[in-house]
């Protein structure tokens, strides 16, 4: 089993408490600061590590979209939506 344990109740009330404005880019997983990683698919999760990474995979796989797919259909990127 190579998953991560879930985050725990110190980490999840850090981030609670957290002043948002302040946090650039926290992990998926831990929700930790200026998380460096990006899952290579859609570009919008970020990650501390790998381990924070294959962690939070079970949920992220039903929710990844390729980011090509974001950007045709909902304009993400830019504001428009593509024709």
């Not at 725990?8 to 981030?15: D, E, F, N, V």
């Not at 990650?47 to 949920?59: A, E, K, M, R, S």
């Amino acid at each position: 089993d190579h998953s991560a344990p879930p985050p725990s109740l110190a980490a999840l009330q850090r981030a609670w408490n957290t002043d948002l404005s302040t946090i650039t880019r926290p992990c998926s997983n831990c929700f930790q600061p200026d998380a460096k990683y990006r899952c290579s698919r859609c570009q919008l999760v970020r990650y501390c590590n790998v381990t924070c990474q294959v962690g939070y995979h079970p949920i992220h796989k039903l929710e990844c979209i390729d980011a090509g797919q974001h950007q045709r259909y909902w304009g993400m990127f830019d504001g428009k939506k593509s024709e």
